[in-house]
């Protein structure tokens, strides 16, 4: 089963640096990495070209938007996983092995929201510590985007991100189009 990670980045380089060396970390999983730059310069490609890792890297230039970058990443991936890490994340050690295991067990399951936390432990955003399903009602507390892992099959079914949510959509709804 293989993992396609789509990481939509504008504005950094070192940090994505960070985030290659958490790959490192992540076991042997089958693994691709869709970047979808939409900076104007070279910074990422530096950066993509220093990295000496085990996974399949694409890199792809798209217009400003979180969203339809990461609609233009979905449009590239191999994988039957499909997770979105910000361009400034980590993954701790063997997360995506954990992952990849839950949906070996779990066939019944289409996706898995994961807690996201700082390198000491602490949570990023107030979720909920208690394991369980997530629903509308509380969904807000179950979720943030770069804890998503999802079936592929599930995303082509629902259709991709709608680009007039998120940062860089132009609109008024600048965030909250992961949990959409």
Known sequence: MRVSLVMATVGRDRVIGEFLRS?????????????????????????????????????VRAAPGLCRARNVGLGLVTGDIVAFPDDDCFYPPNLLSRVLSFFHQHA??????????????????????????????NIWVRAVSIGLFFRRALI?????????????????????????
Not at 37 to 47: E, G, I, P
Not at 108 to 136: I, K, N, Q
Not at 159 to 175: K, N, Q
Request: charge should be negative; aromatic fraction near 4%; hydrophobic fraction near 35%.
């Open 108 to 137: 019944e399951y289409a996706g898995l929201l994961v807690r996201a936390t700082t390198p000491s432990g602490h949570d990023l955003v107030r979720m909920s510590r208690r394991s369980g399903p997530a629903t509308l009602r």
């Open 23 to 59: 790959l490192s970390a992540q076991g042997k999983p089958d693994l691709e990495l869709v970047v979808v730059d939409q900076n104007s310069d070279d910074r990422v490609a530096r950066v993509l070209r220093d990295y000496q890792g085990d996974c399949r890297i694409v890199h």
């Open 156 to 180: 082509e079914n629902v259709g991709g991100f709608d680009e007039s949510l998120g940062v860089g959509s132009g609109t008024p709804w600048g965030a909250g189009e992961a949990l959409d």
